[in-house]
């Protein structure tokens, strides 16, 4: 069925930027969502930004709200997440995952609405 593949993580300052990407792979030709978590240490895991592949309908959590960008490439079976102005907050191994039922027209931020995960990338924040 579903498989993602994040990239994109690695070590940045401070207010830098780093760009995500989630490849996949579906066995549905229907509407569908992907989500950006991410996991600190000694946090839960929470919801940072999603997509609608179809409707391109996005939601953003409060921390990431004119910092990051999520964005598509239907073609390519992608979707990125772009970080700027990083924060030592936002050290956190992030993960896509996928909401795969039928005629979703939006997206949730909610890791329980998902229904695949990738593996993960680690994003640290250092200075």
């Known amino acids: 069925q579903w498989k993602l593949v994040e990239s994109g993580g690695g070590v940045v300052q401070p207010g830098g930027s780093l760009r995500l990407s989630c490849t996949f792979s579906?066995?549905?030709?229907?509407?569908?969502?992907i989500g950006w978590f991410r996991r600190a240490p000694g946090k839960e895991r929470e919801g940072v930004s999603c997509?609608?592949?179809?409707?391109?309908?996005?939601n953003y959590a409060d921390s990431a709200k004119g910092r990051f960008t999520i964005s598509k490439d239907n073609a390519k079976k992608t979707v990125y997440l772009q970080m700027n102005s990083l924060k030592l907050d936002d050290t956190a191994v992030y993960y896509c995952?996928?909401?795969?039922?039928?005629?979703?027209?939006?997206?949730?931020?909610?890791?329980?609405?998902?229904?695949?995960w990738g593996e993960g990338t680690l994003v640290t924040v250092s200075s």
């Open positions: 579906d066995s549905t030709f229907n509407s569908y969502a």
């Open positions: 997509i609608n592949m179809r409707y391109d309908k996005t």
């Open positions: 995952a996928a909401d795969a039922a039928m005629f979703r027209t939006g997206c949730q931020l909610s890791h329980t609405a998902m229904d695949y």
